[in-house]
């Protein structure tokens, strides 16, 4: 079945404190946005990207992209005013039944194995979200007030959320709500149940300046046992 990886790469790097956006920071050299196409270049050899940019970063992309040699299996197309549209107009590409990840453009760590495993469940079940365990303690907000919850039944969703063509394409033609925080609230909306798989606690997302530290790190310990 084909496979289509709808990357979205919107980030304007407010948070890290610097005037350049987050998916663009250098990690060895190389920009962050790199390392996330390059590993699901690498799960499959019929992977296509769909590379999702403000319209303003269309450059950028574009030098990125020149970084590889099969650069004929990446494309780019303008993102819109929220995930959801930006998201929605990455899927606009995909005319053909597919298997079809949606992931941020800065879980650059994203590994080969979590990418196969989420197009397996996808390929059974329709849908895979990875997950991991919180490992925190966790309270809910209610009103001024807040309570304790049990942390074994809180679950941190990561990306690449994973779903057959057939549920992802006809969901994501739904109206905008403000609700939708992700791809797997926007089919739930739609009527479709969906499956969480085992994510990753090393697939984290670089948000903050101590990131681009810890993903260095964590590269450099993978080129050392050879990890994919």
């Known amino acids: 079945m084909k496979k289509y990886a709808v990357i979205v790469a919107g980030g304007s790097g407010k948070r890290m404190g610097n005037m350049v956006p ?23 050899d019929d992977m296509h990207i769909i590379l999702v940019l403000p319209e303003e970063h269309t450059e950028k992309g574009k030098a990125i992209i020149s970084m590889f040699n099969n650069e004929s299996r990446i494309s780019i197309t303008p993102g819109g005013a929220t995930r959801f549209h930006s998201v929605k107009a990455g899927l606009s590409h995909i005319q053909e039944e597919a298997i079809v990840f949606v992931h941020d453009g ?18 059974t079940k329709g849908s895979a979200i990875p997950a991991v365990a919180a490992t925190d303690s966790i309270r809910l907000m209610q009103d ?19 779903f057959l063509s057939n549920i992802i394409l006809p969901a994501f033609e739904q109206d905008y709500d403000e609700s939708f925080t992700d791809e797997a609230t926007v089919v739930e909306k739609y009527g479709k149940k969906v499956f969480l798989t085992e994510g990753d606690f090393d697939n984290i997302k670089i948000t903050r300046p101590v990131d681009i530290i810890i993903a260095e790190r964590m590269l450099e310990e993978r080129s050392t046992l050879n990890m994919p």
């Open 144 to 162: 001024n007030h807040h309570i304790v919850t049990n942390r074994q039944d809180v679950r941190i969703i990561q990306t690449p959320q994973t």
């Open 106 to 123: 800065v879980r650059c760590l994203i590994s080969v194995p979590l990418i196969k495993r989420c197009y397996n469940q996808a390929i």
């Open 22 to 44: 987050k998916q663009f920071l250098l990690l060895h050299g190389k920009p962050v946005l790199w390392y996330t196409i390059d590993s699901f270049l690498r799960a499959y």
